[in-house]
T-cell receptor, first 113, second 111 residues
Framework: EAQVTQNPRYLITVTGKKLTVTCSQN?????MSWYRQDPGLGLRQIYY???????DKGDVPEGYKVSRKEKRNFPLILESPSPNQTSLYFC????????????FGDGTRLSIL | QKEVEQNSGPLSVPEGAIASLNCTYS??????FFWYRQYSGKSPELIMF????GDKEDGRFTAQLNKASQYVSLLIRDSQPSDSATYLC???????????FGAGTQVVVTP
């Protein structure tokens, strides 16, 4: 089954404790992206990648890191999480092309205390 | 000013009626436009996309794009209770790979 898998689905942690949210897709997609969703603000793009070893900033990259060492994986790293990073996070992937829809993972709900 | 704007709703629509959702965007060079549906607690799922001016129909859904007015809309005909969800407008910016989403319009279809 074609899917984007995120882990963990839920995480409660404390300020400053490094964490990684994994994202993996099995559709051989070149493009992957991370979003955060907050009430009233919709989805905001954090980082995206158009291929292995190629990453670019979205609208809200501060406080986040990503890497794309393999085509299928695109982890999101919070090196020193803060409470304002409490949010619902989605990973998405698509084929390259201006008319390609993104396939979203099920989301990761992060709470930073 | 938000770069992609949608009415937040809720938009209340009687069952069987037409729901009309609007989206405006600020970057005139934007290339493609997507409508996603998101049920509460779930991930967004694509309804349709459009990149040429005019109308595009898919079943009960019609997307309309007017690049001169920087406006894209979604019509849902014969609305069903299962259409009750939040609808997100997404815009692919000229720098390919960069997307902006509206905050979404909540649609409530009442039996």
């Amino acid at each position: 089954e074609a899917q984007v898998t995120q882990n963990p689905r839920y995480l409660i942690t404390v300020t400053g404790k490094k964490l990684t949210v994994t994202c993996s897709q099995n559709m051989n997609h070149e493009y992957m992206s991370w979003y955060r969703q907050d009430p009233g603000l919709g989805l905001r793009q954090i980082y995206y990648s158009m291929n292995v070893e190629v990453t670019d900033k979205g609208d809200v990259p501060e406080g986040y890191k990503v890497s794309r060492k393999e085509k299928r994986n695109f982890p999101l790293i919070l090196e020193s999480p803060s409470p304002n990073q409490t949010s619902l996070y989605f990973c998405a992937s698509s084929a390259l092309g201006y008319n390609q829809p993104q396939h979203f993972g099920d989301g990761t709900r992060l709470s930073i205390l | 000013q938000k770069e992609v704007e949608q009415n937040s709703g809720p938009l209340s629509v009687p069952e069987g009626a037409i729901a009309s959702l609007n989206c405006t965007y600020s970057d005139r060079g934007s290339q493609s436009f997507f409508w996603y549906r998101q049920y509460s607690g779930k991930s967004p799922e694509l309804i349709m996309f459009i990149y040429s001016n005019g109308d595009k129909e898919d079943g009960r859904f019609t997307a309309q794009l007017n690049k001169a007015s920087q406006y894209v809309s979604l019509l849902i005909r014969d609305s069903q209770p299962s259409d009750s969800a939040t609808y997100l407008c997404a815009v692919l910016l000229p720098s390919w790979g960069k997307f902006q989403f509206g905050a979404g319009t909540q649609v409530v279809v009442t039996p």
